[in-house]
């Protein structure tokens, strides 16, 4: 990577939701946006943690204990293998992180194709 990257400048390329886009890489992992909105699919991730870093908005984790409540600048990993289900009631930037090819849903069939801008 020979320049910087402006996220919201990269946020403002789509509208999609739940539809992550990759910036740049890292030491084997994605670095991604993503605008969310409403409920995704309740899943787990069994090789890896998942990574969650508000940008904008609010984003609730359901966990199946507890919820998990973000606002701008808050982040949260959800352990490997532990079932989740993002949540945002308006729309909201998140910031993720993972390591190259990891399925967003936890399950490659049903996973969003990677795109990278």
């Not at 990993?77 to 079932?83: D, I, M, Q």
């Not at 930037?93 to 795109?115: K, M, V």
């Amino acid at each position: 990577m020979s320049e910087n990257i402006n996220l919201a400048e990269k946020l403002a390329l789509f509208s999609e939701h739940w539809s992550p886009r990759t910036v740049t890489h890292f030491n084997g992992h994605d670095i991604m946006v993503v605008k969310v909105q409403g409920e995704f699919v309740w899943h787990k991730h069994d090789e890896t943690d998942d990574f969650f870093l508000v940008l904008k908005g609010r984003l609730t984790i359901h966990l199946r204990d507890r919820d998990v409540v973000l606002g701008p600048g808050e982040l949260f990993v959800v352990p490997r293998g532990l079932e989740h289900q993002p949540f945002a009631e308006e729309e909201t930037h998140l910031l993720l992180i993972e390591p190259t090819g990891t399925p967003n849903t936890g399950d490659t069939a049903t996973a969003a194709s990677q795109q990278i801008i």
